[in-house]
């Protein structure tokens, strides 16, 4: 008996151990790939052989809202795509030199190869070039930078943009069909306006449109990602609706990256008053009606769209943006409560009423030491998903993008003024007034160390005995992790210290740059402030980013502080790799203090390539760029991103870093009408097939 049950238990032992052995020998084979129960691997080839730096875009419609993830090839074509929901999925292939391969179904552990499509020629090659390969061909002989009008809105150089659709109609000139394809849809008078000032110019675009119609075809081919970039893993949901414009989204505290761990991703649709909601765990999304208050909506579409005819599609009273969630997971936002926005985006309000305590009457003492009698546009709006429940602010100052500080004051700015919300202030309160701040910018010119009354005004004459008031901009406000000073974006960047009473406490500091149409701004764990320009307006340089640091400055104000005094604080770095980057559009930029991502060096600044499906990173310590490609669906188009820490104990899955589809016009992406905006999350990984 015991002989037997021995015989037995070697007999399964060794039965055992062979098909352990074969399955070993199997995942050994030359150019196999390793895979989990719920990852999807194999080879990609082509006619060619293996193909490297090649996408393989796996997509289901099966979980409660669509989602895709994206991986690139190793040097020898393989490929995983880890960490999948189980569901049926469709893969295909995509890259540069290649057209897309078919699509083949396949479920979460299964072994695919896949096989590429080499593009017959190279015109089916380009079909899926960025944008901004497509508007590199646009002439620009006046040194205007034309070609970057419409790209703080929406890519051009996609299909939508360097084609005339049919449906807009018949017209005796190209010239003329431009005329009228920016005026028609929902904000077609203020783009019609807007395009009609570039005067002769508008022919540039014309010969644009006419010059692909001709067969003209981009100058360069894309590069395939190389080295790091090979390790990115990009996963997309669906969210919002098909005619949303959700102008960014919220992952994480913006300070400190553990924070709001496995929680929603927030984003508020500028297009139509909603706030949406994605859970990344669930594969869930959603959205609810914002607040508007007695705000109204001036928005009237001007001509039919090619897309959506009469369809009044756009109708929003409040136009929330610059979503922030706070240490508690609630999401704040701005958005107009009152009056009637002048603008689409932003702008000031007509009709609104400004509070009593913003007017140089009241007993307010910010409101003594500068008055804000215009009425704001935007005020600030509240969710808490604990309560589900919306709250409204109040504020003297138009609010936009925000930052907040580990304090709890969540900044805003607009022009020639900063303004905060005191959040511990308003939960103990509820009292908008006591719970608001702002301040203008008032240099201390005569550098006795503080600021006094009366200053100088802008445009009057200088007094080397008084300070004296700056104008600034403040698209992006940022805030030192190191003093809790406020700096605003711009050509020249504004730095205000609040000091600890402020207003009487406050003074400000402004540095000129060395390059022209700096846009969005954030600051590194040192206190180095980071910015990008994007080429919008005459003399503006793009795809520029710089670095400010304000400790090598010998003087920071008083009469000598002119701006210009600090050259040795400024470092410039342009991404010139190929001729079409200066077709790209950077937008906003965000740091990455602690590496959250996985890139091997802290303070990483990130900025959106709005016109190159992309984000694009700035390694501190190399000083090279590198680009986080989303090849599908064409139309990434960045403007925020944050990266937030899961669970710090799982390497690089716990981790990402997280943005969002933000064009004007979704029914432009890949895909057309119907497509709706997506959240994106990307993750490095130490190699292009780690599980």
Excluded at 542 to 565: E, Q, Y
Aim: with cysteine.
């Amino acid at each position: 008996m015991n002989l037997r049950l021995n015989r037995t238990v070697l007999w399964f032992s060794t039965a055992a151990m062979l098909v352990a052995s074969l399955a070993w020998v199997t995942a050994q084979r030359p150019g196999d790939v390793a895979i989990d129960p719920d990852d999807i691997g194999g080879i990609v080839t082509s006619a060619k052989g293996p193909e490297a730096g090649v996408w393989v875009i796996a997509e289901t419609t099966d979980l409660p809202t669509k989602y895709a993830k994206i991986v690139a090839t190793d040097d020898q074509g393989r490929y995983v795509v880890p960490d999948l929901p189980r569901a049926s999925y469709q893969l295909f292939v995509r890259g540069y030199g290649l057209v897309d391969s078919a699509r083949v179904s396949a479920k979460v552990g299964q072994r695919l190869d896949l096989k590429a499509t080499v593009a017959p020629n190279a015109r089916a090659a380009a079909e899926v070039y960025p944008a901004n390969y497509w508007l590199n061909l646009m002439e620009d002989p006046g040194g205007r930078n034309v070609k970057h009008c419409g790209t703080a809105c929406h890519q051009m150089g996609d299909k939508a943009t360097r084609e005339i659709p049919k449906a807009l109609g018949s017209f005796a000139s190209s010239v003329e069909a431009w005329d009228q394809r920016v005026r028609v849809g929902p904000v077609g008078n203020m783009m019609g306006a807007s395009f009609q000032q570039l005067g002769d110019s508008r022919k540039l675009f014309a010969q644009w449109t006419d010059s692909v119609v001709a067969g003209q075809l981009p100058k360069e081919v894309p590069p395939r990602p190389v080295g790091l970039e090979r390790n990115a893993v990009v996963t997309l949901w669906d969210w919002a609706t098909p005619v949303s414009f959700l102008h960014d989204q919220s992952a994480a505290v913006h300070y400190d990256p553990s924070l709001n761990a496995n929680q929603p991703v927030w984003g508020v649709s500028n297009s139509n008053d909603f706030l949406a909601w994605l859970d990344p765990l669930e594969n869930k999304a959603g959205l609810m009606p914002v607040p508007t208050g007695t705000a109204g909506s001036a928005m009237k579409m001007n001509a039919p769209s090619p897309y959506w005819g009469t369809e009044e599609i756009w109708q929003p009273k409040g136009q929330p943006r610059s979503a922030g969630v706070d240490v508690k997971g609630r999401v704040w936002f701005a958005s107009a409560f009152r009056g009637t926005l002048t603008g689409f985006g932003g702008g000031g309000s007509k009709g609104g009423t400004q509070p009593a305590f913003c007017l140089a009457t009241s007993n307010n003492k910010f409101a003594r030491y500068f008055p804000m009698p215009v009425p704001s546009g935007k005020q600030v709006g509240m969710y808490d998903p604990k309560t589900e429940k919306f709250t409204i602010v109040d504020t003297c100052f138009t609010t936009d993008h925000n930052q907040f500080e580990p304090g709890g004051k969540l900044f805003f700015g607009q022009n020639n003024v900063i303004g905060w919300v005191d959040i511990p202030a308003w939960d103990n309160t509820q009292n908008a007034e006591v719970s608001q701040g702002w301040l203008p910018a008032v240099l201390d010119s005569n550098g006795d160390g503080k600021v006094t009354k009366p200053w100088t005004e802008p445009g009057e004459p200088t007094d080397s005995t008084k300070d004296r008031r700056a104008e600034f901009g403040c698209y992006q406000p940022a805030v030192s992790p190191l003093d809790g000073s406020v700096w605003c974006s711009g050509t020249t960047i504004t730095r205000i210290e609040l000091g600890s009473n402020p207003p009487e406490t406050a003074k400000a500091e402004q540095y000129t740059a060395p390059v022209v149409g700096g846009h969005g701004v954030d600051i590194d764990r040192n206190g180095v402030v980071w910015q990008n320009y994007n080429g919008r307006g005459p003399g503006s340089e793009n795809a520029v980013v710089t670095s400010f640091d304000r400790r090598k400055c010998k003087v920071t104000n008083g009469p000598t502080a002119t701006g210009k005094h600090c050259p040795e604080g400024w470092t410039v770095y342009r991404k010139r790799d190929q001729q079409a980057d200066q077709a790209d559009h950077f937008y906003l930029t965000y740091m990455d203090r602690e590496d959250v991502l996985g890139v091997g060096a802290k303070n990483v600044p990130y900025v959106g390539g709005a016109n190159s499906d992309s984000l694009v990173g700035l390694n501190p310590e190399t000083g090279k760029f590198f680009t986080l490609r989303v090849p599908y669906p064409l139309g990434f188009f960045a403007r925020s991103m944050q990266p937030r820490i899961d669970d710090p104990k799982t390497g690089w899955k716990g981790r990402g870093l997280w943005s969002n589809y933000a064009t004007y016009t979704p029914w432009h992406v890949e895909g057309g009408k119907g497509v709706r905006p997506k959240v994106v999350k990307f993750q490095l990984r130490p190699n292009p097939i780690a599980k």
